[in-house]
């Protein structure tokens, strides 16, 4: 969820071409709200305001200023959004982003107090004052679009077994997410594999990266002690994927590296990836941009421009999940 993936995204945008937690109450009759249920209508009539999060707060740590501020909710998810996703993407995307925001939100907090502002490990999150200095004059008709959609969904919870989830999120799938326990070792029933054909639209959706035998070994070696090993044609082998195709583990020259580390140490895309070796330079081919686990962003706008709402988009990514109403403070 880093914050420069919100620029580059919003980047590809503009020069490619593409496709034009304690909270719950029921929604009218005591039962979670799914998509596709006649109740659903129930959930945009009764669209909150940001009254609805009025009084909740939230302790935020900037790594920047090394200090944690205690802000109003509202404001922290308006400043979420707009580091996060695209203010151009659709309305519904956007809505569906807030919420998922606002859960991972109350669920870190519940855990552990606050959460950080760091986009390399938690929510990204602009500032008015970057707000204004990334729109330009774009700023008050973005702001207004991202407010809109935070508006629309205060009243409301995202939820499994009557607690917020971890909504986690990022840019472009693979064309299908990953199981959080295979990339991250721990099960969420909300967390598994789900289709999301519409990421091999992205101008996103595949990257290649090649390197040759010296940075391979240089940058992997500055991971975990690496020895250059034979024929550069045999230093990779013993690849292992998920069955949404990320590398969870790869042998390079004798030492095991996890997908993770080599994306991490080669400036990849995602962890989606083959590799072609050729003349001491290695080829890596990339498909998707991020981790992949939860919500696809771009996934979600891909829905949205098909006619799906929040609900639907929310209730596809997290398997599972409900959408319930805020209790009345």
């Avoid at 249920?37 to 302790?59: D, R």
């Avoid at 502002?117 to 204004?132: F, I, P, R, V």
Wanted: net charge negative; with cysteine; charged share 20%.
């Amino acid at each position: 969820m880093k914050r420069f993936l919100f620029l580059a995204v919003l980047m590809l945008i503009f020069t490619a071409a593409a496709p034009a937690l304690t909270y719950r109450k029921a929604v009218s009759d005591g039962l979670p709200v799914r998509a596709g249920e006649t109740e659903e209508e129930n959930i945009t009539e009764t669209a909150g305001t940001l009254s609805a999060l009025s009084g909740e707060t939230i302790a935020v740590f900037s790594p920047q200023s090394n200090k944690t501020e205690t802000m109003p909710m509202e404001t922290y998810i308006i400043g979420v959004v707009a580091a996060e996703m695209p203010a151009e993407y659709e309305i519904e995307a956007l809505k569906a982003q807030a919420l998922a925001a606002l859960s991972y939100a109350r669920y870190t907090a519940a855990r552990s107090g606050q959460i950080s502002a760091d986009s390399s490990t938690a929510q990204g999150y602009l500032t008015t004052e970057e707000m204004q200095e990334t729109w330009g004059e774009q700023y008050e008709e973005n702001h207004e679009r991202i407010r809109e959609a935070v508006e629309a969904v205060a009243n409301l919870s995202l939820e499994y077994d009557g607690e917020p989830i971890l909504a986690a999120y990022f840019a472009v799938s693979s064309g299908r997410t990953e199981n959080a326990a295979d990339i991250w070792g721990k099960e969420y029933p909300y967390l598994v594999t789900v289709a999301s054909d519409g990421d091999t639209l992205s101008p996103a959706f595949e990257s290649t990266v090649t390197v040759s035998a010296e940075e391979l070994l240089q940058k992997l070696g500055a991971v975990r002690k690496i020895n250059a090993n034979g024929d550069t044609a045999d230093y990779i082998t013993d690849i292992k994927t998920t069955e949404s195709g990320s590398v969870t583990k790869a042998v390079i020259c004798g030492t095991t590296f996890t997908g993770s580390e080599i994306r991490d140490a080669l400036g990849l895309a995602s962890a989606v990836f083959t590799i072609e070796e050729g003349d001491g330079q290695f080829t890596f081919t990339v498909k998707g941009y991020g981790h992949g686990v939860g919500m696809s962003q771009y996934g979600a706008d891909y829905m949205a421009r098909q006619g799906a709402d929040f609900a639907e988009i929310l209730l596809h990514y997290y398997t599972g999940a409900q959408i319930v109403q805020k209790a009345a403070a």
